[in-house]
């Protein structure tokens, strides 16, 4: 039963994807905030299911055997948690920084030729917040 739990947690979590892409091949207007949310939903009630079922799943003894041998804990759960989610919202955030200063930049070259290290600056501004991300989860790790 417990290995049946990700391919759950994968299938809820694709299918809102696989319905969007066919109606978009079949012609039907999609809906795009609705699946989106619907996807959001989904991963996020995944989760909270996977947090809570497996450890009734694994046992609570296995559980307690494991941390009694030295193994993780919930705090390193928490710190690998933190970790990943400075480093991905960094990323959403220079994605979204470099999409909009860098098409910026390329209409200001095409204009004059002279903008070009000036909106390189930019664009080389919004890459730095993913290096911040990247900082702060290796300090939340190795701390």
């Given at each position: 039963m417990l290995f049946l739990l990700p391919l759950f947690a994968l299938i809820l979590i694709i299918v809102p994807l696989v319905i969007a892409i066919r109606k978009a091949?079949?012609?039907?207007?999609?809906?795009?905030?609705?699946?989106?949310?619907l996807n959001g939903g989904a991963?996020?009630?995944?989760?909270?299911?996977?947090?809570?079922l497996m450890p009734v799943i694994a046992?609570?003894?296995?559980?307690?055997?494991?941390?009694?041998?030295?193994?993780?804990?919930?705090?390193?759960?928490l710190k690998a948690l933190a970790a990943a989610l400075s480093t991905g919202f960094a990323t959403i955030?220079?994605?979204?920084?470099?999409?909009n200063a860098a098409s910026a930049a390329i209409g200001a070259t095409s204009e004059d030729e002279k903008?070009?290290?000036?909106?390189?600056i930019f664009v080389a501004l919004g890459e730095g917040v993913a290096?911040?991300?990247?900082?702060?989860?290796?300090?939340?790790?190795f701390s």
């Open positions: 091949k079949l012609g039907i207007k999609v809906n795009r905030k609705r699946t989106v949310l991963f996020m009630g995944v989760m909270v299911l996977m947090t809570v046992g609570a003894e296995g559980a307690a055997e494991v941390v009694a041998a030295g193994g993780t804990t919930v705090g390193d759960g955030g220079t994605g979204i920084a470099v999409g903008n070009f290290t000036k909106s390189l290096i911040y991300g990247l900082l702060i989860s290796i300090l939340i790790l």
